[in-house]
């Protein structure tokens, strides 16, 4: 059974202060790891697509890298407005077009 | 930009009422997909449809149906509704190519069931 667990469960950080999030996962064979972004209210929103281990990718303050067995996504001197959960999901490549989403790491970033 | 539309952002409904939330994506993808999001449970995936008429059940279907009769609507249908359906209902749409699912999500109807 495919399995995601994201640490930790909420972050509390200074305006400026990096920090990482952690994605583990167990899947028989990955065909994708994903990065949303969810602010309260919404729907989460797409920020990364990781293949293969190795692999990084970035988006301002944000970078997401992938091992075999874990992504991180990491943010360097974070702002308010990055405050929000942050949900990590594999694709399996047996899955089809099922996701697994991880419970989720929620970010506060204090001015 | 994609652009995926919840009818309703807000509903309450009776325990033992039918009630339908409807979805609509305005990109032309083939899959569509409905999830619940609820405290602690994460994203779990009730249904998913990969072309007009067609469906799979995903992780947690039971008490649930669904409809897709046109390629760019999606309706989730709760046949008698009870108090442990309370929940966020997401939906989502993708392309359905060899790369790697990318989820496009609607901002969610947060259904109370009393």
């Known amino acids: 059974e495919d399995q995601v667990t994201q640490s930790p469960e909420a972050l509390r950080l200074q305006e400026g202060e990096s920090s990482s999030l952690n994605c583990s996962y167990t899947v028989s064979g990955l065909r994708g790891l994903f990065w949303y972004r969810q602010d309260p209210g919404k729907g989460p929103e797409f920020l990364f697509t990781?293949?293969?281990a190795g692999e990084e990718k970035e988006k301002e303050r944000l970078k997401a890298t992938l091992t075999k067995k874990e992504s991180f996504l990491h943010i360097t001197a974070p702002k308010p407005e990055d405050s929000a959960t942050y949900l990590c999901?594999?694709?399996?490549?047996?899955?089809?077009?099922?996701?697994?989403f991880g419970g989720g790491t929620r970010l506060m970033v204090k001015p | 930009d994609v652009k995926v539309t919840q009818s309703s952002r807000y509903l309450v409904k009776r325990t033992g009422e039918k009630v339908f939330l409807e979805c609509v994506q305005d990109m032309d993808h083939e899959n569509m997909f409905w999830y619940r999001q609820d405290p602690g449970l994460g994203l779990r995936l009730i249904y998913f449809s990969y072309d007009v008429k067609m469906k799979e059940k995903g992780d947690i279907p039971e008490g649930y149906s669904v409809s897709r009769e046109k390629k760019e609507r999606f309706s989730l249908i709760l046949e008698s509704a009870s108090t442990n359906q309370t929940s966020m209902y997401l939906c989502?749409?993708?392309?359905?190519?060899?790369?790697?699912?990318?989820?496009?999500f609607g901002n969610g109807t947060r259904l109370t069931v009393t």
């Open positions: 999901a594999v694709q399996a490549s047996n899955a089809g077009n099922m996701l697994t």
């Open positions: 989502a749409s993708s392309f359905h190519g060899t790369g790697g699912l990318t989820l496009h």
């Open positions: 990781l293949y293969s």
